[in-house]
Nanobody
Framework: QVQIVESGGGLVQPGGSLRLSCAAS????????MGWYRQAPEKQRELVAR???????NYADSVKGRFTISRDNAKNTVYLQMNSLKAEDTAIYYC??????????WGQGTQVTVSS
């Protein structure tokens, strides 16, 4: 059974950092590109970072230079290091394959709130 569990969100002040984790199970993780998405209130879910099987990375312009995606295939986990956080980064963050439509069941996500 495929399962995705995101964690690491929380409340942080502007300029702060968070590291999100996404633990995957039920499929051969190393065979899939992975991505981090986010959905802010009343907005559509958007892909903000992706990492390929070969660990090539790509970012949305809104997070480029501030967010870093990485993966640990031994732990079936993908990470999102978020630095210099802004209020507009406030959203629920999800991970999935970076395709449309995404290939995996959606997890519950992890809430990130950037506020002073």
């Amino acid at each position: 059974q495929v399962q995705i569990v995101e964690s690491g969100g929380g409340l942080v002040q502007p300029g702060g950092s968070l590291r999100l984790s996404c633990a995957a199970s039920g499929f051969i993780f190393s065979n899939y590109a992975m991505g981090w998405y986010r959905q802010a209130p009343e907005k559509q879910r958007e892909l903000v970072a992706r990492i390929t099987i070969g660990r090539n990375t790509n970012y949305a312009d809104s997070v480029k230079g501030r967010f870093t995606i990485s993966r640990d295939n031994a732990k079936n986990t993908v990470y999102l290091q978020m630095n210099s956080l802004k209020a507009e980064d406030t959203a629920i963050y999800y991970c999935n394959t970076p395709f449309a439509p995404a290939l995996l069941p959606w997890g519950q996500g992890t809430q990130v709130t950037v506020s002073s």
